[in-house]
């Protein structure tokens, strides 16, 4: 009987034996593959506190050298934060288009400046109705339609006007070009345009592009990264200023336009926000979004993306054209030739392939808006690699317009990329100043036909050249700014061609 036992117990350790092994080496498989799956992307060793700050001197440019040595993904510590940078155009596009990578990142500045709502950083609910309803305003008074040509088309006069009025001699076009795109979101937002010599006008459009260049400046991204280390630096106040001032100038033209109020006669998006609180509010709906803030921000933030990044852009492809005297002679010649002294029309793009292709190029090469960040909503395996959720993404949308694999000449300015065999214009995939996907550009196809009209109605009536004095290849092509760029202030002619 106790033989029975003993063998009965042997058999029993043995069983349970094999048994442990069997859970262990099955946990050992789980973890390992799980431990595979949750492989984060590479990236340089960091120091504690600082991570790579030190290797960091011009943000964009050194984390897409970074993306040749460590790969397309990688993992950067931006001080204690950690950060996954995402380079060229497939990887780029591919996370853009992704709704796990769609949340905003709202940095300390953007709180302080109380952006949280509107659209550009707002997150949810909230941010999708703000969007929907922008989206829809800007077609009703503006893109896609006749109106957006024709207000165009009038500010082109208004500008040309200026330059005329130059006579042929050196001017900085900085901020005529600022006052006329300007224009053109403001009459749709607001249904009216403004006199450049307006003193209120003048300083919004000054403020909001130089908020834009503070946002990007070495110390306000210091302060993202410390907050509590550097709330007292000189950019950050001179934000905080700037957005107190915008703020009180807006409220006034909203409360203007709120007491003279005919819903009858929707005069830009602001009459149709309020327009829609009232119903709202009549319906007893209190948490429709339609709130106050939501339109002051709302209207900050389109006044701010509507002026400075179709501004740089435009001034840039007037400095190229004097950088470059034999396209822009091109440009000219098939001006003259298929449009010839009568005002250009958006119906004349298809026609004209090879100023489109220039305008196309202008927006590569500049790449106005270089990187922007989101975060994951939710843990990510993204191309083999573990993303947790709540992660910083940033994007390197110049690193899509200048990747080597997709562009012939990336370093050049080539209008030729935007061109077939046979001369034709020719879309090109990895284009994507706009960005794409849930958090692409609304301004898009508003921005397109600016940068179309404005820079053809120009071409037509000016010869832009460098100063006398100035040979072309002296003309400086360098762009500042990391948030959004711009290319340096710097005189120019244009001469009248009629
Ligand atoms: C050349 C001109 C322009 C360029 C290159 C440009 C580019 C961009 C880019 C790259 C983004 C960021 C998307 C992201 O975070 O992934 C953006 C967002 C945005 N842009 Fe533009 N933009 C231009 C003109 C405009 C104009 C004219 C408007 C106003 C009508 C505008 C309004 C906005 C808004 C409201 C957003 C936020 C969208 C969102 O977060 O859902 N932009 N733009």
């Known amino acids: 009987m106790a033989m029975m036992e003993n063998l009965f117990l042997q058999s029993l350790s043995?069983?349970?034996?094999?048994?442990?092994?069997?859970?262990?080496?099955?946990?050992?498989?789980?973890?390992?593959?799980?431990?595979?799956?949750?492989?984060?992307?590479?990236?340089?060793?960091?120091?504690?506190?600082?991570?790579?700050?030190?290797?960091?001197?011009?943000?964009?440019?050194?984390?897409?050298?970074?993306?040749?040595?460590?790969?397309?993904?990688?993992?950067?510590?931006?001080?204690p934060q950690k950060v996954v940078v995402l380079a060229g155009?497939?990887?780029?596009?591919?996370?853009?288009?992704?709704?796990?990578?769609?949340?905003?990142?709202?940095?300390?500045?953007?709180?302080?400046?109380?952006?949280?709502?509107?659209?550009?950083?707002?997150?949810?609910?909230?941010?999708?109705?703000?969007?929907?309803?922008?989206?829809?305003?800007?077609k009703d008074f503006g893109m896609g339609k006749k109106a957006s040509e024709e207000k165009i088309i009038e500010e082109s006069q208004h500008l040309m006007e200026v330059f005329k009025e130059k006579d042929g001699k050196p001017f900085d076009t900085t901020q005529p070009v600022r006052f006329a795109v300007s224009n053109v979101i403001s009459n749709i937002v607001y249904g009216n345009r403004f006199e450049y010599d307006d003193p209120d006008f003048r300083s919004m459009v000054e403020r909001a592009c130089k908020n834009t260049e503070l946002m990007g400046c070495a110390s306000v991204q210091l302060y993202n990264l410390f907050p509590w280390l550097f709330h007292w630096l000189g950019a950050r106040k001179q934000m905080m200023k700037n957005s107190r001032a915008s703020r009180r100038q807006m409220t006034k033209l909203i409360k203007g336009l709120q007491d003279t109020l005919n819903p009858q006669m929707g005069r830009g998006l602001v009459d149709s926000f309020l327009a829609r609180k009232i119903h709202f509010e009549a319906s007893g709906i209190m948490n429709s979004h339609f709130n106050e803030e939501n339109l002051l921000v709302t209207v900050l933030n389109l006044f701010t993306a509507g002026t400075d990044t179709t501004s740089s852009t435009l001034r840039y492809g007037l400095l190229l054209m004097a950088k470059y005297p034999q396209i822009q002679d091109q440009v000219q010649e098939e001006l003259s030739r298929v449009v010839g002294s009568r005002q250009v029309l958006v119906a004349d793009r298809k026609s004209l392939p090879y100023s489109n292709a220039v305008i196309h190029e202008v927006q590569r090469v500049i790449s106005v808006v270089p990187?922007?960040?989101?975060?994951?909503?939710?843990?990510?395996?993204?191309?083999?690699?573990?993303?947790?959720?709540?992660?910083?993404?940033?994007?390197?949308?110049?690193?899509?317009?200048?990747?080597?694999?997709?562009?012939?000449?990336?370093?050049?300015?080539?209008?030729?990329?935007?061109?077939?065999?046979?001369?034709?214009?020719?879309?090109?995939?990895?284009?994507?100043?706009?960005?794409?996907?849930?958090?692409?550009?609304?301004?898009?196809?508003?921005?397109?036909?600016?940068?179309?009209?404005?820079?053809?109605?120009?071409?037509?009536?000016?010869?832009?050249?460098?100063?006398?004095?100035?040979?072309?290849?002296?003309?400086?092509?360098?762009?500042?700014?990391?948030?959004?760029?711009?290319?340096?202030?710097?005189?120019?002619?244009?001469?009248?061609?009629?």
């Open 14 to 79: 043995t069983t349970s034996l094999l048994f442990t092994i069997g859970i262990l080496l099955a946990s050992l498989v789980f973890f390992w593959s799980y431990d595979r799956q949750r492989k984060e992307p590479p990236g340089p060793r960091s120091l504690p506190l600082l991570g790579n700050l030190l290797d960091l001197k011009s943000p964009h440019c050194t984390l897409y050298e970074l993306s040749k040595k460590y790969g397309a993904i990688f993992t950067i510590h931006l001080g």
């Open 89 to 138: 155009y497939k990887v780029v596009k591919q996370a853009l288009i992704s709704d796990a990578f769609s949340v905003k990142e709202v940095v300390p500045i953007i709180n302080d400046l109380k952006l949280t709502q509107g659209i550009i950083f707002a997150n949810g609910d909230s941010w999708r109705k703000m969007k929907n309803f922008a989206m829809t305003s800007l």
């Open 371 to 498: 990187k922007t960040a989101h975060c994951t909503s939710r843990d990510v395996i993204f191309q083999g690699f573990f993303i947790k959720k709540g992660t910083t993404v940033i994007y390197l949308l110049s690193s899509a317009l200048h990747d080597e694999e997709e562009w012939e000449k990336p370093n050049s300015f080539h209008p030729a990329h935007f061109l077939d065999k046979e001369g034709k214009f020719r879309k090109r995939d990895a284009f994507l100043p706009f960005s794409a996907g849930p958090r692409v550009c609304i301004g898009e196809s508003l921005a397109r036909t600016e940068l179309f009209l404005f820079f053809t109605t120009l071409l037509q009536h000016f010869r832009f050249t460098p100063p006398p004095g100035v040979k072309e290849d002296e003309l400086d092509l360098t762009l500042v700014g990391s948030f959004s760029r711009n290319p340096l202030p710097q005189e120019l002619c244009a001469i009248s061609r009629v």
